[in-house]
């Protein structure tokens, strides 16, 4: 393995922690299950193209652009969740992912459709985005870390809880919830942009629902910002070792979603009603 390619898997790596650590935090503090996480990082990836084409120059401000679209995804998916629970929920944030990855197909003179957007500028070299990675990666550490500190933190997780007890407690339940996902938003669509550049290609399929699904393993898996960017250690090295096993194409790309999927079910069957914890704010 050559230098250079490890740093694009670490970069790769801090990529994917920042938007695993976003995850879940959606998870743990909003009981909101990320289904929709691929797509938010579409949404960031392809605030790069609409920046590009836009300064025609390679600069950091697609990075800006992408935590704003992110703020606005993260603020259109949670103000459904106000009303929804439960399946309810989950459906709506599936149903959220699928209209993202048609929009990504549909809205060609954006995204180019199937066919994608190659040639991305990067605004900075490998070692220069390995960088900028480790640097969001760090802000990411810190929000949950801030949260779990400050007294507004814990109202986040008492709101995604209880939210009569959010309520009762002086707190707006709802501009809580709201805020907790215009932040996650951001984080993952900021993790987008930087995908965008450091690939230098995107297209609908990078932001399907097996990205999705990957990123609620990690976040079902994670226990804490630690915990989380570990797991998606694993993810990243998935490939690499169902490469040395000699797999490759459409095989290997099964074979990850199949080992995703067993690791969700492994997850929700050791920690058995989890997922399913009824929500005291109906009790």
């Given at each position: 393995?050559?230098?250079d ?9 801090a990529?994917?922690?920042?938007a695993a650590i ?6 743990r ?21 609409i920046?590009?084409r836009?300064?025609?120059t ?48 549909n809205l060609?003179t954006i995204?180019?459709?199937?066919l994608g957007i ?7 070299s ?15 550490i ?12 814990a ?5 995604g809880?209880?939210?009569?007890l ?14 907790a ?12 942009a930087?995908?965008?550049?450091l690939?230098?290609?995107?297209e ?11 990123l609620?393993?990690?976040a079902?898996?994670?226990s ?10 694993v ?27 067993i ?17 005291r704010?109906?009790?």
């Amino acid at each position: 393995m050559t230098r250079d390619y490890m740093v694009h898997l670490l970069t790769v790596w801090a990529v994917l922690a920042v938007a695993a650590i976003a995850a879940e935090l959606l998870l743990r503090q909003i009981r909101l299950v990320p289904f929709a996480a691929g797509g938010i990082l579409g949404v960031g990836a392809y605030a790069v193209v609409i920046t590009a084409r836009a300064t025609a120059t390679p600069s950091w401000s697609g990075v800006l652009v992408a935590v704003i679209f992110g703020a606005v995804a993260g603020l259109l998916l949670g103000t459904p969740m106000l009303w929804l629970r439960g399946e309810a929920a989950v459906i709506a944030v599936i149903g959220a992912q699928v209209a993202l990855e048609e929009a990504f197909r549909n809205l060609t003179t954006i995204t180019n459709g199937d066919l994608g957007i190659f040639a991305i500028a990067s605004p900075a070299s490998p070692n220069g985005l390995l960088t900028a990675a480790f640097v969001l990666l760090a802000v990411a550490i810190a929000v949950p870390v801030l949260l779990s500190r400050v007294r507004g933190g814990a109202a986040v997780k008492v709101a995604g809880y209880d939210r009569v007890l959010a309520a009762a407690i002086g707190h707006d339940p709802r501009s809580l919830l709201l805020i907790a996902t215009c932040i996650t938003g951001s984080m993952i669509a900021a993790a987008g942009a930087l995908h965008a550049y450091l690939i230098s290609f995107v297209e609908p399929r990078q932001f399907g629902f097996s990205t999705s699904l990957a990123l609620v393993t990690v976040a079902a898996i994670g226990s804490g910002p630690w915990s989380s960017a570990a797991a998606a250690g694993v993810i990243v090295a998935l490939p690499e070792i169902i490469r040395a096993a000699g797999m490759v194409g459409e095989q290997a790309a099964s074979l990850r979603e199949i080992v995703n999927s067993i690791a969700v079910l492994a997850v929700i069957a050791i920690r058995s009603g989890w997922f399913g914890e009824p929500d005291r704010a109906e009790a």
